[in-house]
């Protein structure tokens, strides 16, 4: 299916339909993208509010097959823009829910919705990312999680997820406002993921802080 046709689907309620021809769409952004190398904490990128889109341009689905491509490459479930060292508003999906079903698909200029604190059912999970390689910590997040955004052609679209998708919408929203999961860690807890990075080795190319 085309690229434009997926991404402009959506079901009655605006929740965009991202469990459909997953394989196919992910292939073909990839195919058509390069793959970049990944930052890691304490590039100044990873630390601040990246830039709203305002151009939904070809520059901009360029980004975001080179998102997909690298997302692919790391081996990841979720890649935010400011993880290729661009500061803008973007991430790219390609995620399991706990029922197993594939989500795939992009949200630009993300806002993660606040649930009521009567909704809100604590999952105490493990926690990865690209940009803290080989470590992994438990941190307590909603186990559904709303995201409003828009699409590659800047219609408005609404994701949500539940289980480990959920935490995959929460973690890449975050990226954009400049939070790594590890800034959700207590002290001691941040303390020992930095560690186990640093006695790790990354299976894929990363750009090296100055």
């Given at each position: 299916?085309?690229?434009?046709?997926?991404?402009?689907?959506?079901?009655?309620?605006?929740?965009?339909?991202?469990?459909e021809d997953c394989e196919a769409r992910e292939l073909a952004h990839r195919e058509r993208g390069t793959a970049r190398p990944i930052t890691v904490v304490g590039n100044?990128?990873?630390?601040?509010?990246?830039?709203?889109?305002?151009?939904?341009?070809?520059?901009?689905?360029?980004l975001i097959d080179d998102m997909?491509?690298?997302?692919?490459?790391?081996?990841?479930?979720?890649?935010?823009?400011n993880q290729i060292g661009v500061d803008l508003k973007v991430f790219v999906y390609d995620c399991p829910d706990d029922d197993g079903v594939r989500?795939?698909?992009?949200?630009?200029?993300?806002?993660?919705?606040?649930?009521?604190?009567?909704?809100?059912?604590?999952?105490?999970?493990?926690?990865?990312?690209?940009?803290v390689p080989t470590a992994y910590a438990e941190l307590a997040?909603?186990?559904y999680a709303e995201v409003h955004g828009q699409d590659a052609q800047g219609n408005p679209i609404k994701v949500?997820?539940?289980g480990y998708f959920a935490r995959c919408l929460q973690h890449e929203t975050d990226h954009l406002y400049g939070y790594l999961y590890i800034d959700r860690?207590?002290?001691?807890?941040?303390?020992?993921?930095?560690?186990?990075m640093e006695e790790g080795t990354p299976r894929y190319e990363t750009v090296p802080n100055a």
């Open positions: 299916m085309a690229q434009q046709e997926t991404d402009e689907q959506t079901i009655n309620d605006g929740f965009v339909v991202d469990t100044p990128v990873l630390h601040k509010e990246c830039k709203d889109v305002t151009e939904f341009d070809d520059s901009l689905a360029a997909f491509a690298s997302q692919k490459a790391a081996e990841g479930v979720g890649l935010a823009a989500h795939t698909g992009v949200v630009i200029n993300p806002v993660l919705q606040e649930l009521p604190a009567e909704a809100r059912v604590l999952d105490e999970s493990n926690e990865g990312c690209l940009s997040r909603p186990d949500r997820g539940t860690l207590s002290k001691r807890d941040r303390k020992d993921a930095l560690r186990q």
